[in-house]
């Protein structure tokens, strides 16, 4: 024992041995740095000034005081037994003056005395009226004035003395507890109050029987060792507590940090452990606890809760919520739907279906927790529009009537609410018709119906057509579906059936189809005839070898040329095509032309007068015309000899073996008609 108090004073107060020192600004000048006493005399040759760091830690409003903290020093002590505490200061220097104030904090802290005044039990304040300063509580009433009663404590209570140097020129005192029947100090160890854990905890608050001196504490907390029922070991990461400074040499509560929380076990046993810093932990008194010693019990319970919130009511068409503990543990989890377990070991779980979940919370043998939540599927009414439907565009938008079992409707047309609370909806355009219905408590439900126009052929009538005089058109209507058709030309009605109607005249057509879904579709056009073109410029036929030639001018736009000998057979020729050998004996000809659209006036030969004309004709030859068959040709040279003669001349002689020249001929026709001349043979 006598080395541990030399270690203690060494600790707290290295300079006890130095005689005289004059000390301020320590920390046993503030409650929470109190000196321990561990001893029945304490002897101290120190002296202090002023009142440490925090000045005023005594309420001079109650205290006997009444100069408050005064070049003072506080003490700790505690009672091991109960009984009265006697103690007598007895001043080195027998003229200092010396007040004293006694407080009980056992279960109170160092800020309550400041407004606690019931934890001053005694106190002092007399002026040394020269007996030898001496002074206490030791009930040792004289005439010296400075006593004060003894003072009757139970076992493990804690004392302040607060010792107060009002002559300022002090040389160290003496207190003496040896007349005290309660002991004062104690040979046993600290130990930590038994409590209980919650599992999911993983600190620990432990809380000293006694003061425990910082200084054998490491601040990994390494000192002490948590064991379970198994004999697993835990280790603390670290530790806090409030007190530990320099001045703060002791501290009564602490919180240790483990890796785990307490799940694992039922009991677990705070042991001592000799720390990083050589040793287990130590009360005031320097006793040390042992290793392995047991310091505390503590029972861990089952904290874990989970809470999965109340039943949930869903329809068929909501997502369903993610399910999870609001207040999630640390823990490991299982998922249960209608008791089987799933492959689901995460803190939630998205639900697929109505039914009962569960979550299974659990750590270590120690924790768990089970929530238990029904997802229930509401009932749902029913709704029904029935088929779409669809209307000619003349017709006005029928009744859509709903069959429904709900208390509520609101109909909608293109997604714009239009009635609510009927059964009967008249849609005022084509669209989706929506109608939703529901019941309180229920579901809601909808149906769709839409409504269209029926599908229409389209007319390609034009606006108005261009006939060719004379010639028939066909109108079409385009229209291949089924249904039936109605023509009007003029007025005049024609129930034909067909898509087309011929139309050979001017006039106004109109045309009525009915679909076999009775829609109508109405077309009309105008049918104008087009101007006649004029008809190709027709010469007078010529004679050839072959036959009457006729020819004509050549037709701007001519596609075809159609030409007849008898005005009713005609045959075509090409547009370049500009003449036509008939038969002998044909003198006329019928001759129109198609320019692409319409056919053109006939031109007629007619009244062409034969005028008798003849000319050489480099390709041709001798020509002549205006003559009926048959002609007597004869020709002569310069020199009036004969060189060519015929009974039968058809523009077939082109001066064979004859030089060019000039040459005389003599014409004779049938009809007895004579003609002379003579023309230059050029080739
Ligand atoms: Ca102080
Ligand atoms: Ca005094
Ligand atoms: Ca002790
Ligand atoms: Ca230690």
Known sequence: ????????????????????????????????????????????????????????????????????????????????????????????NTADDYDWAVFNITQKSCSNIYNDSSMEVSCNYDANIGCNGVTGANGNFGPCGQTENVITVLANESYLINISNYSSSQSGYTIDFSASTALIFDVTPPHVVNDTLACTQT?????????????????????????????????????????????????????????????????????????????????????FVKVSDTIGKFYSYNNMTVDLGSDLWTCSYD???????????????????????????????????????????????????????VINRKSTVTVSLGNDINICKESSFPEISCTANSSHLMWYLNNIPSLSDTSIFIPTDTGNVVVQAWSEGYCMAFDTLHVGYFNMPLSLLPDSVARCVNSRIM???????????????????????????????????KMLFTTTDGCMVSDSTLV????????????????????????????????????????????????????????SGINTVSLYVYDGSCNSKVAVTENCKPQISTLWDKDNGFVVSGMSNPIILTVYDAQGREVYTTKDYRNNWSGQGLENGIYFFALKSAKAVYFYGKFLMVR
């Open 528 to 583: 104008i005839n087009s101007i006649e073109p004029d008809a190709p410029q027709l010469n007078c036929p010529i004679l050839t070898a072959q036959g009457n030639k006729f020819t004509w001018q050549p037709y701007e736009g001519a596609v075809l040329f159609y030409i007849s000998t008898d005005g009713i057979n005609y045959d075509s020729l090409p547009h370049d095509i500009t003449s036509y050998i008939a038969a």
């Open 319 to 373: 997502t369903l919520p993610v399910l999870y503990s609001a207040s999630t543990p640390a823990a490991n989890y299982n998922w249960y739907y209608n008791n089987i377990l799933l492959n689901q070991h995460l803190s939630y779980l998205q639900p697929t279906d109505t039914g009962q979940y569960i979550l299974q919370a659990y750590l270590g043998a120690i924790c768990q927790a089970t929530d238990t939540i």
């Open 203 to 287: 600190s620990l608050r432990v809380k000293f029987n006694e003061p425990v001196l910082c200084n054998t504490i490491t601040t990994s907390g390494n000192d002490m060792i948590l064991v379970d029922d198994s004999g697993n070991l835990q280790f603390p990461v670290s530790i806090t507590f409030v007190g530990c400074d320099s001045a703060h040499p002791y501290i009564t509560e602490a919180e240790l940090f483990f890796a785990q929380p307490f799940a694992g076990s039922n009991n677990y046993y705070l042991l001592a452990a000799n720390g990083s810093d050589g040793n287990t932990i130590s009360d005031l008194c320097g006793n």
């Open 1 to 92: 024992m006598r080395s541990f108090l030399l270690f203690l004073i060494g600790f707290v107060w290295t300079c006890c041995c130095t005689a005289q020192s004059n000390l301020s600004g320590m920390p046993e000048q503030d409650c929470f740095g109190a000196i321990p006493i561990c001893q029945t005399t304490y002897s101290t040759t120190a002296s202090y000034t002023g009142s440490g760091n925090i000045p005023n830690e005594i309420n001079t409003a109650y205290s006997c005081l009444s100069s408050g903290e005064k070049n003072d020093v506080w003490y700790l002590f505690r009672t091991h037994s109960a009984g009265t505490i006697s103690f007598t200061i007895t001043p080195v």
């Open 475 to 509: 109108l079409s209507s385009g229209i291949n579906d089924d249904g039936t058709f109605l023509w009007i030309f003029n007025d005049d009605t024609l129930q034909n059936n067909q898509s087309w109607l011929d139309v050979s005249k001017e006039g106004f057509c």
